[in-house]
């Protein structure tokens, strides 16, 4: 029996090793590629770079200017997600616990922001922007991002508030808790779990999105990381290279924190799907 | 399994919510300037000040034109008391975010705009359809050259400048040519015999890639078109226009298909070339997998950077498409700026145009460019790389991409996807120059 | 139909939730106040600016501000006369189907791998979520680079001895699609994944041991036990992929432009080029309508039919 369990475990480690070939393959161009100059990449695609070659680190940082295309991306993520999270879960509490006619219209108006495409409403919300004088601005990203997420993440965190049993929200009422307070000190703090889910898919998404930041505050001292990046790119030729170490620096933080998160990540969602 | 239980075991310390909290709340108080639009901010031209003596000119450049303004930027706010406040971005994104900001009035006071009617932001186009200022009574103007004028000219008024020329050249790499002691071809025929050659020697003779929106085919049609068809005879558009003629009757643009799908189907183009990419193309070049290549003379820096020696390694040509070598034409391209018809510095915008056709800065931004000055006013350019082709460019024997002048931007876009399946033969020739005829038959949006 | 969507994302598994269909707050428990400060920063970047960009659907505006005529339903006509707009219909189809299905098997699979005791899970747990931290324009380039003719997949391939499976991924017309679905289902199969490794940890495990001691296999177990209770998990994975999928742009774009051909042409992208290559905004929005009908649509259909599943078991 324990032989046995030893030999398919065994083949399950080894099958997942070939399976994870295919996910480390695409990583490792992505990583030498970036250490590599033009020429090494032409006559050694594959190859590991001959020499640890930072210089791409060291010209995408300079001429992308993304120290600050960096402080940029972090204060329009963090304010981007900090609105989702306080806005998208008092939203969705409110919509997963009326069980109002109205409730589920509501809820069902948010849910269709989930798959208007993107470019329906752009040149209008564009010329909102700019007759509100906000283009160039942190300020008008941080409100395209927040609006645009806030169906996916009342969509999440709706589906976790309905598995919440209400005991301790019936508890407190009798202990004469208002709804805010209620809310406040009882329910958000038995939402972290999809929080964290909330602020890492968010995240993600805001961190590399790329073209309404370009509309809105491309060559600005406000654009973020993948405008700041994708300016490497030429109409008929992009120094690879230069592109790859930009985005490596942008991405390596994700990888790292994603990491270190997932276990509570995972449970986010764990919660959010089990009652 | 309820929530509760599972989220305990992993509540957050509470500390580190509190730390990202604090660090954020400085950041925010170190950065608070990007929240509102103070003047230095966005690029919108409708906050860029004007009239009283110099103000600021917004400028919305690709990013090739950028490098070429760049060592002129300060010489000029020196020479005019203007700042110019540039915003670059790659070409594949600047038609949409033009697009948008001319429909909102937020479009810089000078930006890029392509040559005839090949795009929905190009000089024709936008010109005729009044968001661009007429440049006619500028000292420049009268330095284009005509086939220029014809790309930025609507109902004799003048459109827009031409910052500088790129032209189509075939690259071939000289190690590839030593070692075989290949001459570069002057007619079809010795392109041919190149071709075998290489194909002999088991490499690659052109080098093409044609993944991701094929691009490069249609620079095989504007250099064959332009020999075969616009070379004797110079008023084809015109005839095209007035509907006198169209690609299916025009017996030349058959012609122009057959030779190019000649190449593919004697085995001269890369294997598989709808499914390789450009910048793969360029490599097999440098590596000397391929012998010759055709691109534009604006990615001659790119190709240079794949191979260890550079600009030594290559050499360039211009690529014949018939047999009488004198015949030849090299299709050019003008690169073009446009001023905004409700710019908010419009004397600021003349201004700067004025300073860039001044002969040594006509010369500076070439030279940063390693192309063609734009205006004709006896610029001297040294630029080695180009050398092989300039005395075709003296001589007067260029012509413009065959695409400019077509009246829409889906006549070239329906070229290039169904020339893709005319490459796979999923359709013929016919086929092709028929689904063209009805989007040139839609006319100017 | 309403109802199907807000019950559909609840769970209605064996969950103990005593009060949780029967407890109804008072009226006014919780206060529609709360809904506000989310109604209206959504109504102003989501609502009103889609509201009045439908209207373009009616119109053929061009971009620029003269010459606007309401046109009626005629763009609406003319996406079903556009062969590259039919193309495109029939391939986002093709996509949605297919990569809803792989990725949500493929998400599944990883996910009841890596919910085992292998010693490298947390790694693998981080890589195989990794590609969906890339934006889709590097993974596009990754692939272009990895699947060209002579490019490092056919050769490991030939090296094999597999000849024959060596393609011209990219360039081949009736390949193109599936190789743009392959990627696509790389690039996100590990979000299903974590969706799924959250579920599964919700499974309790004495579920599975009492029926291991029974005699069930682990395929049996996995049939009849796990996977029944990963319907709450799937209705979430499947609808968001179902959604994506449907609107997808920025892969195709990148990778083929629609290419060889029309053979990988998505509503998405013609929609974008409609409005940016040949400035024609006003059908560019009535494709942009008729796509979100159709995610509509399908969402329903889908929220409904994984709605019936559960209640049925």
């Known amino acids: 029996m324990s032989r046995r369990f030893g030999a398919a475990r065994l083949g399950r480690e080894a099958l997942m090793l070939l399976v994870a070939c295919a996910f480390i393959f695409p990583f490792y161009v992505f990583f030498t590629v970036s250490m590599k100059t033009q020429a090494e990449v032409a006559s050694n695609p594959l190859g590991l770079p001959t020499t640890l070659n930072l210089d791409n680190f060291a010209t995408a940082w300079d001429r992308g200017d993304l120290g600050e295309a960096y402080l940029n991306s972090i204060v329009v993520v963090a304010l981007s997600v900090l609105i989702l999270v306080g806005f998208g879960s008092m939203a969705a509490y409110t919509l997963a616990r009326r069980l109002s006619r109205l409730s589920t219209v509501a809820y069902l108006v948010f849910l269709v922001g989930l798959m208007i495409p993107l470019q329906l409403g752009m040149v209008p919300l564009y010329q909102f922007m700019n007759s509100a004088n906000l283009l160039g601005t942190w300020t008008a990203l941080i409100l395209f991002e927040a609006g645009h997420q806030l169906p996916f993440t009342i969509f999440l965190y709706a589906g976790f508030i309905r598995a919440l049993p209400r005991e301790y929200e019936e508890a407190a009422r009798v202990d004469g808790a208002g709804p805010v307070t209620m809310f406040r000190k009882i329910v958000f703090p038995l939402l972290r779990p999809i929080t964290g889910t909330v602020v890492i898919l968010t995240g993600i998404t805001t961190w590399n999105d790329f073209l309404t930041p370009l509309l809105y505050v491309g060559g600005s001292s406000q654009q973020t990381l993948p405008v700041a990046i994708y300016a490497f790119r030429g109409e008929f030729a992009t120094d690879w290279g230069v592109l790859f170490a930009g985005m490596a620096i942008a991405i390596i933080p994700l990888l790292i924190v994603y990491f270190f998160l997932q276990k509570y990540f995972i449970i986010g969602f764990a919660s959010g799907i089990k009652g | ?445 | 139909m309403t109802s199907a969507v807000t019950t559909a994302t609840s769970p209605r598994t064996t969950g103990p939730t005593p009060s949780g269909r029967s407890g109804r707050l008072t009226p006014g428990g919780v206060p529609y106040a709360l809904l506000l400060p989310a109604f209206v920063l959504y109504a102003m970047v989501v609502l009103y600016p889609t509201l009045s960009g439908a209207v373009y659907a009616f119109t053929d505006w061009t971009g620029r501000a003269d010459g606007t005529n309401f046109v009626g339903w005629a763009n609406f006509g003319e996406i079903f006369s556009d062969v590259a707009a039919r193309s495109a219909l029939r391939n986002s189809l093709i996509i949605a189907v297919s990569v809803t299905v792989v990725q949500t098997l493929v998400g599944l699979a990883l996910a009841l791998a890596l919910h085992t005791s292998l010693v490298t899970r947390n790694v693998l747990r981080t890589l195989f979520f990794a590609p969906a931290l890339l934006p889709p324009v590097i993974i596009a380039f990754l692939w272009t680079f990895i699947l060209t003719p002579q490019g490092p997949l056919n050769t490991v391939l030939r090296g094999l001895g597999l000849d024959l499976l060596a393609q011209n991924w990219l360039g081949d017309s009736s390949l193109a699609l599936w190789t743009v679905i392959g990627v696509v289902i790389w690039q996100s199969a590990g979000l299903t994944m974590v969706i799924y490794l959250a579920g599964l940890q919700g499974i309790p495990t004495e579920l599975n041991e009492s029926a291991a001691l029974d005699g069930a296999s682990w395929w049996q177990r996995t049939r009849l036990v796990t996977v029944p209770l990963l319907i709450p998990a799937t209705t979430v994975a499947m609808s968001l992929t179902l959604i994506s999928s449907l609107k997808l742009f920025d892969q195709v774009f990148a990778m083929t432009g629609g290419g060889p051909g029309y053979a990988t042409e998505t509503l998405s992208v013609i929609m974008y080029k409609e409005a940016f290559v040949s400035g024609r905004f006003g059908y560019s929005t009535a494709i942009a309508l008729v796509l979100t009908m159709i995610v509509f649509a399908f969402t329903m259909v889908q929220l409904g039919a994984l709605r019936r599943f559960d209640v049925d078991r």
């Open chain 2, 1 to 445: 399994m309820s929530p509760i239980t599972s989220q305990s075991r992993f509540t957050p310390s509470r500390r580190a919510l509190l730390l990202g909290g604090a660090g954020f709340g400085a950041l925010t108080l170190a950065a608070c300037g990007g929240f509102v639009n103070d003047d230095d901010g966005g690029g919108s031209g409708d906050e860029s000040g004007s009239g009283d003596g110099g103000g600021t000119v917004t400028a919305y450049l690709s990013t090739e034109q950028n490098t070429g303004i760049e060592p002129l930027v300060e010489p000029f706010t020196a020479d005019s008391g203007v700042e110019l406040d540039i915003t670059s971005v790659a070409v594949p994104d600047m038609n949409q975010q033009l697009a948008v900001q001319l429909s909102s009035g937020t479009a810089a006071d000078i930006f890029r705009v392509s040559p005839g009617y090949s795009s929905n932001v190009a000089a024709g186009v936008l010109g005729s359809g009044g968001d661009l200022l007429d440049l006619s009574d500028a000292a420049w103007a009268a330095s284009i050259d005509d086939g220029t004028r014809a790309l930025s000219d609507v109902d004799g008024k003048t459109f827009a400048f031409p910052v500088a020329r790129n032209s189509l050249v075939m690259a071939y790499n000289l190690a590839v040519f030593d070692e075989l002691g290949l001459e570069p071809p002057t007619t079809w025929t010795e392109l041919l015999e190149v071709c075998q050659a290489l194909t002999d020697s088991g490499r690659t003779a052109i080098s093409h890639g044609l993944s991701g929106g094929a691009i490069y085919l249609q620079f095989y049609v504007y250099i064959l078109a332009g020999t075969l068809l616009y070379g004797p005879n110079p008023d084809l558009d015109a005839q095209m226009r007035a509907g006198e003629t169209s690609f299916t009757d025009e017996p030349g643009w058959t012609e122009v298909f057959t030779k190019y799908l000649e190449l593919r189907d004697k085995g001269y183009f890369t294997d598989g070339a709808l499914g390789v990419s450009p910048d793969q193309a360029m490599q097999d070049l440098a590596t000397g997998a391929a012998g010759m290549t055709v691109l534009s003379n604006s990615g001659l820096p790119a190709l240079y950077e794949y191979s260890e020696t550079g600009a030594e390694a290559f050499s360039i040509l211009a690529m014949p498409a018939g047999d009488d070598a004198d015949a030849t034409l090299m299709p050019t391209a003008p690169d073009f700026l446009a001023v905004n018809a409700a710019a908010a510095n419009p004397d600021g915008a003349r201004a700067l145009l004025e300073f860039l056709a001044e002969p040594a800065n006509v010369e500076t931004y070439a030279s940063a460019l390693a192309v063609l000055p734009g205006l004709d006013v006896g610029a001297q350019v040294d630029n080695p790389a180009l050398e092989p082709v300039l005395p075709l460019v003296d001589a007067g024997r260029t012509v413009s991409y065959a695409n400019y002048l077509w009246p829409n931007g889906d006549v070239q876009q329906t070229m290039l996807q169904s020339g893709q399946q005319l490459y796979a033969d999923e359709i013929t020739i016919a086929d092709l120059l028929t689904q063209m005829d009805a989007e040139y038959a839609k006319g100017t949006p």
